[in-house]
């Protein structure tokens, strides 16, 4: 993987890590857009997931909480 890919995916673990869900979104488009710029279709796919669950956990945060509780 390129090294611009694994800057963004630590830098999105980190914001996972903190539930930050805003940063989690704005960090998975620019992925997105980077893994298709590197032909990782599979990864780009996993991302656009990603990006819609940040995007549902801003939205409903108190079912997304319930739902990553350990």
């Known amino acids: ?10 830098a999105i673990n980190i914001e996972l890590e903190a539930g930050n869900w805003s940063q989690v979104v704005t960090l998975t488009t620019a992925l997105y857009a980077c893994a ?14 990603l990006h819609w ?9 108190v079912e997304v909480t319930v739902l990553v509780l350990p």
């Open 36 to 49: 298709v710029a590197e032909g990782e279709v599979q990864l780009a796919e996993l991302i656009q997931d």
């Open 53 to 61: 669950i940040a995007n549902d956990a801003l939205v409903h945060p």
């Open 1 to 10: 993987m390129p090294s611009e890919l694994e800057a963004l995916i630590d």
